[in-house]
């Protein structure tokens, strides 16, 4: 399990992130396997199952630090979903955490309180060459997880326009069939003038036919008594 632990005294990050729900749903459908909060009882912020192919992200989080574990999870359950992987644990958080860390940037998102201590951590004693080894893993990475994300986002984003949209419509259409509506003097009068053109119409056909028969049998008196 790749979890997510804080390394040198680092500490959660904290505040909001624009259009946050639509951006934690985007993760939802960028992720490989399904993503849940849970109540995570140790001080890990989130892990990947590999057992059960899952994410879990501690509830109560900020929404900065959700989304940041979430990518870091991603990023996990991406690279390191295998459990032959010759990767070793230092390697995969270092990847992982680095790979969040890049893509919360691309977003606006400043993790680096947090990153740089926890990338810190999990890289000491590591040489040099072993981490230049994992750069073209973090920005390969890095690029698909931004390209998925950007796409369901916009999906998303196009979803909500149309909802409002409609929602907008209902509305409107609400507003015009309320009973107040047909009181205003003018309904009032359009709707008093088509009842009468029925009535009239009907009359009229009525009368027709009976001056039809009066004419038929010679009896035309009495022809628009009704």
């Not at 032959?84 to 995969?92: E, F, G, H, I, V």
């Not at 390969?140 to 986002?153: C, E, G, L, R, V």
């Not at 409107?172 to 003038?193: A, V, W, Y």
């Not at 053109?197 to 009229?204: L, M, P």
Request: some cysteine.
């Amino acid at each position: 399990e790749g979890k997510e632990l804080p390394r040198l005294g680092v500490d959660a990050l904290k505040g909001d992130v624009e259009h946050y729900e639509a951006f934690y749903h985007s993760l939802e459908k960028t992720s490989p396997v399904p993503m849940a909060f849970e109540a995570i009882k140790d001080a890990s912020h989130g892990y990947y199952d590999l057992v059960d192919k899952r994410i879990a992200i501690k509830a109560g989080l900020s929404q900065l630090q959700t989304i940041k574990t979430a990518i870091h999870e991603i990023a996990h359950a991406t690279l390191h979903a295998d459990k032959n992987s010759n990767t070793d644990r230092s390697t995969a958080e270092v990847q992982a955490e680095s790979i969040a860390y890049t893509v919360c940037s691309y977003y606006g998102l400043d993790t680096s309180d947090y990153s740089f201590g926890y990338v810190a951590g999990w890289s000491r004693g590591k040489e040099i060459k072993e981490l230049k080894d994992s750069l073209e893993i973090i920005r390969k990475t890095s690029s698909q997880i931004i390209t998925d994300i950007d796409k369901h986002f916009s999906q998303i984003q196009e979803k909500q326009v149309i909802k409002e949209k409609q929602k907008t419509a209902f509305a409107q259409l609400e507003l015009f069939s309320r009973e107040e509506l047909s009181n205003t003097p003018s309904i009032r009068k359009l709707m008093i003038d088509q009842a009468l053109s029925r009535e009239h119409i009907t009359a009229g056909k009525a009368a027709l036919r009976k001056y039809s028969e009066s004419v038929l049998s010679g009896k035309q008196e009495g022809l628009w008594k009704s």
